[in-house]
T-cell receptor, first 114, second 113 residues
Framework: QQQVKQSPQSLIVQKGGISIINCAYE??????FPWYQQFPGKGPALLIA?????SEKKEGRFTISFNKSAKQFSLHIMDSQPGDSATYFC?????????????FGQGTTLQVKP | KAGVTQTPRYLIKTRGQQVTLSCSPI?????VSWYQQTPGQGLQFLFE???????NKGNFPGRFSGRQFSNSRSEMNVSTLELGDSALYLC????????????FGPGTRLTVL
């Protein structure tokens, strides 16, 4: 009930291409779904987040698509750049419960080739 | 505004020892969460403190403990270290631990020999 499954484990994309990372969750009580980006030697940094009352959220080149009935959400990185090469984590939490607890997916290592 | 700071950044200990890690949250943030990051298990929630009280705890043994001070700074302690405790320990702060963004520090890399 607490698991978040993320795929693929690794991804190689050409510069200018679209990177797509998928996540699935089990606990229907989750109501906050953030994506984090982590560079080597750094802590994760929030990229974009969505709540289940919307099906899509876009910020610049980053878009989250959310399918509540399928309990899935995905991150799309448009016009991928070498600087986007990092590890991406999806996460889920019961934000309304004020627990400060994020359940993370296993991570996707993205490499964008020039 | 200064970010989340963690000290020390690197630590080497031997089995059986204990260790204390420190986290200073962003000014004004009252919630501090701790996570363990390993290649095999990924990012796992340890516990969260809010206003000096532990509000939530993950599935870790009692060797892992923490506390929070009145200025919101937090420490976590691991006693009787095991080889498997080698990991990057991250703390994250947020205003109230609810729906707001969690800001992560750079982590403390603990190596247990």
């Amino acid at each position: 009930q607490q698991q978040v499954k993320q795929s693929p484990q690794s991804l190689i994309v050409q510069k200018g291409g679209i990177s797509i990372i998928n996540c699935a969750y089990e606990n229907t009580a989750f109501d906050y779904f953030p994506w984090y980006q982590q560079f080597p030697g750094k802590g994760p940094a929030l990229l974009i987040a969505i709540r289940p009352d919307v099906s899509e959220k876009k910020e610049g080149r980053f878009t989250i698509s959310f399918n509540k009935s399928a309990k899935q959400f995905s991150l799309h990185i448009m016009d991928s750049q070498p600087g986007d090469s990092a590890t991406y984590f999806c996460a889920a939490s019961r934000g309304s419960s004020n627990t400060g607890k994020l359940i993370f997916g296993q991570g996707t290592t993205l490499q964008v080739k020039p | 505004k200064a970010g989340v700071t963690q000290t020390p950044r690197y630590l080497i200990k031997t089995r059986g020892q204990q260790v204390t890690l420190s986290c200073s949250p962003i000014s004004g943030h009252r919630s501090v969460s701790w996570y363990q990051q390993t290649p095999g298990q990924g990012l796992q929630f340890l516990f969260e403190y809010f206003s000096e009280t532990q509000r939530n705890k993950g599935n870790f043994p009692g060797r892992f403990s923490g506390r929070q001070f009145s200025n919101s700074r937090s420490e976590m302690n691991v006693s009787t270290l095991e080889l498997g405790d080698s990991a990057l320990y991250l703390c994250a702060s947020s205003l109230d631990g609810g729906e707001g963004e969690q800001f992560f520090g750079p982590g403390t890399r603990l190596t247990v020999l």
